[in-house]
């Protein structure tokens, strides 16, 4: 019985209005027991299920099964990997790259994986699923049969979980860049020292759609190494893509290259200040696209963040020629849909231009948004035009 947590009242609900997590200040007993997977009970002992159990963390409890007589073995992380790869079976015809398992919002809490090609990046992101690395990595080479399997654990939640950041090969070998094939446009991807696993896959359907939206003159903003600008080249004129990273700019040149495109130019630059001289030129585009960094890391900073993106909407609003195109994004958690919706409609009345709000987006099947659990989304993305001259 000691080695089984026991959660307050409060605790008890969380799960029972759809979040896996359980904070620490609602867990009444503590388990005797190191990280791993615990038997969870409610103040009158009830057993509520199996969960992942993290010692150091503010985030004591995960959910993994409300089956009380749930083992949790390898042939449990088999079956729930291979449930999480299955829903993704359509994607294999539109690309080479995709997120096999989005953590909470795939039963898998704090485990993200993604595959590229015949190649895996991981992500394990809590101490009680440390545990289960062996059965994971099992299931992962039963499932995708990879070429090699690569653990991106260098990002800073890890430390919170009492857990060293590193970047770790767990089976065979991972190529320093990986081809990926999505919807007719060839990129590179960065498996060991790219953002995120290598790639921004969570873009992937906004992308397409800007490809088929561009027209004119284009502009891809905080571009990395091209994807969207890929994408916009099929059809504008000419882009200019955006950044303030060498390195991903020379993986932008190698990616246009690849695909044969000539059409497009690249800029080392900060975003904002290329947005403000762009304007006091008097430039003007056809087609934007702004797909900013997290500038809102935590709530804190959401004020500050709120500027930065309501100054890049407006001059990118302003930029806009008759009938000109904006996708705009924002990958950042504590900004959230309706406040996007808001700094888009100030930005507008600021603009002095009418804008009319044609797509609300968010994430593509590969990373899917739990709608009671929140932090399973985090992109939101709007395509708003500019009204066309009379
Ligand atoms: N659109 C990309 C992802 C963009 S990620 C895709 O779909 O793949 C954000 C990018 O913004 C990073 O490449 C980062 O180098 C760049 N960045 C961050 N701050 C910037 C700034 N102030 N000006 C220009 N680029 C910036």
Redesign the pocket.
């Known amino acids: 019985m000691s080695a089984d947590a026991v959660v307050s009242r409060k605790g008890a609900h969380r799960w029972a209005s759809g979040h896996p997590w359980i904070y620490r200040s609602d867990v009444t007993h503590r388990p005797d027991a190191p990280a791993g997977a615990v038997l969870v009970r409610d103040a009158g002992r009830h057993p509520l299920g199996w969960a992942l159990w993290s010692p150091a963390s503010e985030i004591s409890l995960r959910l993994l099964d409300a089956r009380p007589d749930a083992a949790i073995d390898a042939a449990w992380w088999r079956r729930r990997l291979g449930a999480s790869a299955a829903r993704r079976a359509s994607l294999g015809t539109e690309t080479t790259a995709w997120r096999v398992v989005h953590g909470e919002a795939d039963g898998c809490p704090s485990l993200v994986v993604d595959r590229y090609g015949q190649w895996a990046v991981v992500q394990l992101l809590s101490a009680g699923l440390e545990a289960f690395r062996g059965p994971i990595i099992d299931a992962l080479r039963d499932i995708l049969a990879p070429a090699g399997i690569l653990a991106r654990n260098d990002v800073a939640v890890r430390s919170k979980e009492g857990l060293a950041r590193e970047t770790e090969l767990l089976f065979g070998d991972v190529p320093r860049e990986i081809e990926v094939r999505e919807h007719g446009v060839r990129y590179l991807a960065a498996p060991w020292d790219g953002?995120k696993t290598g790639?921004?896959l969570d873009?992937r359907e906004n992308?397409v759609l800007a490809g088929q939206l561009a027209r004119g003159r284009a502009l891809?903003?905080?571009?990395?190494?091209g994807?969207?600008a890929l994408h916009l080249a099929q059809r504008a004129e000419r882009v200019t893509a955006?950044?303030?990273?060498v390195a991903?700019l020379a993986r932008a040149h190698e990616n246009a290259t690849r695909n044969g495109i000539a059409n497009i130019d690249f800029m080392e630059?900060?975003?904002?200040e290329?947005l403000r001289d762009a304007e006091s030129r008097g430039d003007r585009y056809d087609t934007i696209?702004l797909?900013?960094?997290a500038f809102a890391k935590t709530r804190g900073a959401l004020a500050s963040a709120l500027r930065g993106y309501k100054e890049i909407n407006l001059r990118a609003m302003r930029l806009l020629a008759p009938g000109g195109i904006l996708l705009t994004a924002s990958c950042s958690f504590h900004l959230t849909k309706p406040l996007f919706l808001e700094l888009l409609a100030s930005a507008a009345a600021d603009s002095g231009r009418r804008m009319t709000l044609r797509r609300f987006l968010g994430q593509p099947l590969d990373h899917p948004e739990v709608l009671t659990i929140p932090e399973t989304g985090y992109i939101k993305a709007a395509v708003v035009d500019a009204e066309s001259a009379e």
């Open positions: 953002q790639a921004f873009q992308r891809d903003c905080f571009s990395y190494h994807s969207f955006v950044d303030s990273s991903a630059a900060d975003a904002f290329f696209v797909d900013p960094p």
